[in-house]
């Protein structure tokens, strides 16, 4: 096997190579260079020589035919074409001269050229001045012998005719050499590749052989390695030197990895720890059984000598909040005022920058810490100290110290967990701030709701006894009880009963509603025939529908729709619901009250029409809202304060009764209500105390 660096055997098969491909490319372009000469003188040489030789030929028969027209019948149209064909003759003359003469061609061939282009130029130039002069002797009237003429233009045509021979046989012999050098380069390229070829065979078996063997073992050890052997190791001693380097990288690559699933484990521990705290963080009652169970957990965890946690108060003062510690160690007592003052300015610093503190070995640190470092370490014997402040937002509540008694090297992972737990403890403490706060808002609350109640409960009992008297004496004054009411008197007294009523109506609301909160309602119950609540409720209303000239009309399917309950309430729904449907219907409407029992279900069923107003849709979902007016009654500045419908629904509820409001804005209201039916059974009169709710 070779044992050479593959570099070396690479480097000998490219060196052969390239000297093997440099006498090919010699060769080639040897051959070319021959062949591209050879090419030239027969595209740009010959080929133009002897197009512009007969170009020349062609240019003097032009003009020897013009000639013999002109001199034929004396047109002078025919001197025009003789002159062109002169002028284009002449200049292929010229043309032709430089062809031969370029250094492509061969001396002895540009001297023979030379001599037979100095024969056909002198056989030209005797034909072209005969030609001349037999033109002027035409024009002076004088006979020319054309026999002359022709004699001159055949000679000069037979030495342009042995010129172009001569260059046809030139181009024939190019080539045949041409030919011939190319098949001698084919043959040549043909024959060094296939040397090539051979060689780089041979060379590459060698290398293959040298690399094949080690890198098939290592091939197997890195299988192994993904079947999960991290034992195995490969063969750093056999097969080439990059080889055998390559085995010893891989060596180190696992060892490495073998080291990261090491750490990764370790963090999927401390993470699982970190976990932990945070799921019995929330299960602890308080903060002090909190801290104390973190510590206990985070010190094995991370295989610590101690770990303090201490709260920092707004004063700035650390107290120790919580510690634990090693089995043969004591407690640690609070720390001095002194080391508390650094520890502060330190962990503000920290909590707005780095997050935490790494320090393996607090004997080599800055001697800018080392005012702080020493009284740490005089205070608790630590040589090694990981500490990460716990703080939410921007202030800093306290902070973790994880210690160790001997120099040793904290890992991100055990600083990341331990700010991870530190950010779970300063939720739990801040949870519980809240949780303290939130306490002491209820307790609050309570009190504030207990005062108003107590405030409405005395101001609406306050206000109804002047306000009985003040309705007393308006009916003394509007029966002439204080002598006689003129009309204008009378009008007034009628304005003051009836904001009198309507705040009295809004007194005995708020005193209603003030019962249900308080839990101080209570229904006393009776066996209450609604058609005569009914009846009652229409007569009590008619002097306000009569004003208004709204007519209501009873519709009493069954004079027997009895049902179980307070008939002072039951009747207050009834003057809610009656009343709202008069107030917001116009002038000349109609409002339609009827009461039958449903058979199906055995319910008294009270319906309310009204061809009123009707509520916008958008409101309908805030119509039993307290204090809720719809939007239409207030543009049409309908009197109300918005308790009437929560009050009616309150109270049917407190009935086991439901209500149900069906409206369209412009075309009217419906409102139904049902009760569970008494069945004609007279029940005897009993108190109900019934709880506030909040509808």
């Keep these: 096997m070779n044992t050479r660096p593959v570099r070396e055997q690479l480097r000998s098969l490219v060196v052969v190579l390239c000297l093997l491909m440099?006498?090919?490319?010699?060769?080639?372009?040897?051959?070319?260079?021959?062949?591209?000469?050879?090419?030239?003188?027969?595209?740009?040489?010959?080929?133009?020589?002897?197009?512009?030789?007969?170009?020349?030929?062609?240019?003097?028969?032009?003009?020897?035919?013009?000639?013999?027209?002109?001199l034929a019948t004396h047109d002078p149209t025919f001197l025009e074409a003789y002159t062109g064909a002169e002028q284009r003759g002449r200049t292929a003359e010229r043309e032709l001269r430089t062809l031969l003469a370029n250094t492509g061609i061969s001396a002895d061939n540009r001297r023979d050229y030379a001599r037979q282009q100095v024969e056909q130029d002198t056989a030209f130039a005797a034909w072209w001045r005969f030609i001349d002069g037999a033109v002027a002797m035409t024009r002076q009237g004088r006979h020319v012998d054309l026999a002359i003429s022709r004699a001159l233009f055949d000679k000069a045509s037979a030495n342009n005719t042995r010129l172009g021979t001569g260059m046809t046989q030139l181009r024939l012999a190019l080539r045949a050499d041409t030919t011939d050098v190319?098949?001698?380069?084919?043959?040549?390229?043909?024959?060094?590749?296939?040397?090539?070829?051979?060689?780089?065979?041979?060379?590459?078996?060698?290398?293959?052989?040298?690399?094949?063997?080690?890198?098939?073992?290592?091939?197997?050890?890195?299988?192994?390695?993904?079947?999960?052997d991290t034992v195995v190791r490969a063969d750093?001693?056999?097969?080439?030197?990059?080889?055998?380097?390559?085995?010893?990288?891989?060596?180190?690559?696992?060892?490495?990895?073998?080291?990261?699933?090491?750490?990764?484990?370790?963090?999927?521990?401390?993470?699982?720890?970190?976990?932990?705290?945070?799921?019995a963080l929330r299960r602890a009652s308080g903060v002090d059984e909190t801290v104390q169970m973190l510590c206990s957990t985070l010190g094995p965890a991370l295989n610590a000598r101690r770990v303090l946690v201490?709260?920092?108060?707004?004063?700035?003062?650390?107290?120790r909040s919580g510690q634990w510690h090693s089995p043969d160690l004591d407690d640690l007592p609070e720390i001095s005022d002194e080391l508390s003052v650094h520890l502060s300015r330190s962990?503000?610093?920290?909590?707005?920058?780095?997050?935490?503190?790494?320090?393996?070995?607090?004997?080599?640190?800055?001697?800018?810490?080392?005012?702080?470092?020493?009284?740490?370490?005089?205070?608790?014997?630590?040589?090694?100290?990981?500490?990460?402040?716990?703080?939410?937002?921007a202030r800093v509540i306290g902070t973790i110290k994880v210690l160790?008694?001997?120099?040793?090297?904290?890992?991100?992972?055990?600083?990341?967990?331990?700010?991870?737990?530190?950010?779970?403890?300063?939720?739990?403490?801040?949870?519980?701030?809240?949780?303290?706060?939130?306490?002491?808002?209820?307790?609050?609350?309570?009190?504030?709701?207990?005062?108003?109640?107590?405030?409405l409960s005395t101001v609406s009992h306050e206000l109804r006894t002047p306000l009985t008297s003040i309705i007393g004496y308006v009916e003394l004054l509007m029966d002439g009880a204080g002598g006689d009411v003129n009309a204008d008197?009378?009008?007034?007294?009628?304005?003051?009963?009836?904001?009198?009523?309507?705040?009295?109506?809004?007194?005995?609301?708020?005193?209603?509603?003030?019962?249900?909160?308080s839990g101080g309602l209570s229904l006393v119950t009776t066996?209450?025939?609604?058609?005569?609540?009914?009846?009652?409720?229409?007569?009590?209303?008619?002097?306000?529908?009569?004003?208004?000239?709204?007519?209501?009309t009873v519709d009493i399917a069954d004079d027997g729709a009895t049902v179980v309950g307070d008939p002072a309430y039951l009747q207050r729904i009834l003057v809610n619901v009656v009343s709202n449907a008069i107030k917001f219907t116009s002038t000349e409407g109609s409002v339609r009250i009827s009461c039958a029992i449903d058979p199906d279900t055995d319910h008294v069923t009270v319906t309310c029409q009204d061809t009123g107003i009707g509520i916008p849709e958008g409101d309908m979902e805030h119509l039993f809202n307290r204090f809720f007016r719809a939007s239409n009654a207030t543009a049409h500045a309908i009197p109300g304060t918005g308790l009437g419908l929560a009050i009616v629904r309150t109270i049917t509820e407190l009935h086991h009764g439901q209500l149900a409001l069906e409206s369209i804005e412009g075309v009217g209201t419906t409102v139904t209500l049902r009760f569970p039916s008494a069945g004609g059974t007279a029940g005897r009169p009993r108190a109900c105390p019934v709880g506030g709710a909040d509808h």
Aim: proline share 2%; charged share 25%.
């Design 347 to 393: 962990l503000d610093h920290l909590w707005h920058t780095s997050g935490r503190l790494l320090l393996g070995d607090l004997t080599a640190c800055d001697d800018s810490d080392q005012q702080w470092i020493s009284l740490f370490r005089r205070e608790t014997g630590a040589e090694s100290l990981l500490m990460v402040p716990v703080g939410l937002g």
């Design 310 to 319: 201490d709260t920092l108060y707004h004063s700035g003062k650390i107290i």
């Design 527 to 552: 066996a209450v025939s609604f058609p005569e609540l009914i009846v009652q409720t229409v007569e009590e209303l008619r002097p306000i529908s009569d004003r208004t000239d709204v007519q209501v």
């Design 182 to 228: 190319l098949d001698i380069v084919i043959c040549f390229v043909a024959f060094i590749s296939a040397f090539t070829v051979v060689t780089t065979i041979f060379l590459a078996r060698r290398i293959s052989r040298s690399l094949t063997v080690p890198i098939t073992e290592l091939q197997h050890v890195v299988r192994l390695q993904r079947d999960g």
């Design 489 to 517: 008197q009378e009008r007034m007294l009628v304005v003051i009963e009836r904001n009198t009523i309507r705040l009295r109506g809004l007194i005995e609301d708020l005193l209603v509603l003030n019962r249900i909160e």
């Design 22 to 70: 440099v006498v090919t490319s010699g060769a080639t372009l040897a051959g070319l260079r021959a062949e591209h000469g050879i090419i030239d003188e027969l595209a740009n040489v010959l080929g133009p020589a002897r197009d512009q030789n007969r170009f020349l030929l062609e240019n003097a028969t032009d003009a020897q035919s013009a000639v013999r027209g002109y």
């Design 236 to 279: 750093e001693a056999h097969g080439a030197v990059e080889v055998r380097d390559l085995a010893g990288v891989f060596n180190v690559l696992t060892d490495r990895n073998n080291e990261l699933v090491r750490a990764q484990a370790d963090a999927l521990r401390l993470q699982e720890v970190a976990l932990d705290v945070e799921t």
């Design 404 to 455: 160790y008694d001997e120099p040793r090297d904290w890992s991100s992972t055990e600083a990341t967990t331990v700010q991870q737990i530190a950010a779970f403890l300063a939720r739990a403490i801040t949870q519980a701030e809240s949780e303290a706060q939130q306490a002491d808002y209820v307790v609050r609350l309570e009190q504030l709701d207990t005062q108003k109640t107590d405030f």
